[in-house]
């Protein structure tokens, strides 16, 4: 097995590319925007305003799809939702739909009253009954955001700004697509 590599004694946790992992904390805000009746747009920056991704897609195909873009635009990473259930998410690499290019699965857990919780399965990931990540969302009365791996918090922030702190050496893409997904499923 790899040994990740480390950003300033943080071992590194990387899907979309390491230029997305900092050796500091991050702080983002996430912004859904909806224009009409289909067209969902988000913008992640930090508090002075940078824009660092942007996500778009539409409700009109029979799959929801949400493309994640660097700030000039280019995908960065492709979220589509397996059926209209809000359940299970497929997260790829780039635009693609490829198996080849899938980096990670989403799924919701079972209804927990005031909480959503997700279950994040990487494509190696041979125990489906494990997650390798977790993502709750708390609705009242603290609404609070936590990225797990196991035990250890990766990111957390507030719900009803989306507000985020991603920790050093973690993934803000990632980070940024479990977010979306996480207001897609509520």
């Not at 300033?8 to 805000?29: E, H, K, T």
């Amino acid at each position: 097995m790899a040994v990740p590599q480390m950003v300033y004694g943080v071992p590194m946790i990387s899907f979309a590319g390491d230029g997305f992992c900092l050796p500091y904390p991050l702080d983002l805000i996430v912004n859904r925007k909806q224009h009409g009746l289909s067209n969902i747009h988000y913008q992640v920056s930090d508090g002075k305003g940078n824009l660092y991704l942007l996500a778009d897609g539409s409700y009109t195909t029979l799959f929801r799809k949400r493309v994640l873009r660097n700030s000039a635009g280019f995908p960065i990473l492709t979220i589509r939702e397996k059926a209209i259930t809000g359940k299970k998410w497929m997260v790829h690499r780039g635009e693609s739909s490829e198996k080849s290019q899938l980096l990670f699965t989403v799924q919701r857990s079972r209804f927990q009253p005031m909480k959503t919780r997700l279950e994040v399965f990487l494509v190696g990931n041979i125990d489906k009954d494990i997650s390798n990540f977790t993502v709750v969302g708390s609705n009242y009365p603290s609404q609070y955001i936590r990225v797990y791996k196991g035990d250890t918090i990766l990111a957390e922030g507030k719900k009803e700004s989306f507000r985020v702190s991603v920790h050093s050496g973690v993934d803000y893409a990632f980070i940024a697509a479990l977010i979306i997904i996480l207001v897609e499923c509520e």
